[in-house]
């Protein structure tokens, strides 16, 4: 019923900036949380952006000031502006959704950024 969509990931250089998306279809109610989550090969699964249902955002420590979670309710969508990308922002990010007591998950977009 609820499927979350991602694209936007690829190959770019060391400072390089993506554009991350990620399409949320079916319904869902109360949605607490939207964000996005990365992971690397051998590591934990962190928490790289999150946006509540009002708008307050969190952001890990790593990417503050390069990266932006935005949405656009209207179209279902919510993004990932990744700017100075480094070589460790290699990884698989995945969006997510928190609402109705419920997590939800995409399948991930590999992003990869070389040296």
Same mark, same amino acid.
Request: aromatic share 10%.
């Given at each position: 019923?609820? =499927? ?9 250089? /060391? ?20 964000? %996005? ?9 962190? !928490? ?7 708008? /307050? /955002? /969190?952001? $890990? +420590? ?9 949405? +656009? ?8 502006? !990744? ?5 460790? +922002?290699? $990884? ?9 007591? =419920? +997590?939800? %998950?995409? #399948?991930?977009? #590999? ?5």
């Amino acid at each position: 019923q609820v =499927h979350l969509v991602e694209s936007g990931g690829g190959l770019v250089q /060391t400072g390089g900036s993506l554009r991350l998306s990620c399409a949320v279809t079916g319904s869902i109610s109360s949605i607490a949380f939207e964000g %996005w989550y990365r992971q690397a090969p051998g590591k934990q699964r962190e !928490m790289v952006a999150r946006i509540t249902s009002g708008g /307050t /955002t /969190t952001y $890990a +420590d790593s990417v503050k000031g390069r990266f932006t979670i935005s949405r +656009d309710n209207a179209k279902n969508m919510v993004y990932l502006q !990744m700017n100075s990308l480094k070589s460790e +922002d290699t $990884a698989v990010y995945y969006c997510n959704v928190f609402g109705g007591w =419920h +997590d939800y %998950w995409g #399948q991930g977009t #590999q992003v990869t950024v070389s040296s």
